[in-house]
């Protein structure tokens, strides 16, 4: 076991968090945000969660368990991420979307699924992927949007809107 210790202390904690590449930021209006990684057994996606959030909390404790096989102390885990939220105030500023966001002259949204999934969309048209980078923030009240679907014709909406002409 890598973790052989009988007390998890905030070290060893701080030890499982960049062993697993947590990495902390800050938004663009100062609030302190981990990506980090998320697996559901088969696959693992990255998150991008408020470190002040009872997510984060949930997600740090499975990280945790999962590294170690142990429960933390309350306040030793308190302290780790308080000192991750400080870490986070002394890197650069990234800019966060809420479900749509322009980077590289493509635009992304967001889809909310459980996978971590985004449609990247250019010129030449649209595809799933999974980030590399935070982009988005999720509040926890979001559904996921429906996987998009090639083909069929713009227009089609139009069934669905009470407009005279399509232009």
Request: aromatic share 10%; proline share 7%; glycine share 6%.
């Amino acid at each position: 076991m890598k973790y052989p210790f009988s007390k998890l202390t905030v070290k060893v904690i701080l030890e499982v968090f960049r062993d697993s590449k947590v990495t902390v930021f800050q938004d663009s209006h100062g609030t302190a945000f981990a990506w980090l990684p998320v697996s559901d057994g088969l696959t693992t996606h990255y998150e991008c969660l408020g470190i002040r959030t009872k997510h984060f909390l949930s997600k740090c404790l499975k990280l945790i368990a999962k590294a170690t096989n142990k429960t933390p102390d309350r306040g030793d885990l308190k302290d780790a991420i308080e000192e991750l939220e400080l870490k986070s105030y002394l890197q650069p500023q990234r800019e966060l979307g809420l479900r749509r966001r322009e980077k590289y002259g493509e635009v992304f949204i967001d889809l909310g699924d459980a996978s971590g999934q985004m449609v990247k969309i250019t010129p030449e048209g649209w595809t799933t992927v999974r980030p590399e980078e935070p982009m988005f923030y999720r509040n926890p009240h979001m559904s996921a949007l429906p996987m998009p679907v090639s083909g069929g014709n713009v227009e089609d909406i139009f069934e669905f809107f009470p407009v005279s002409s399509p232009e």
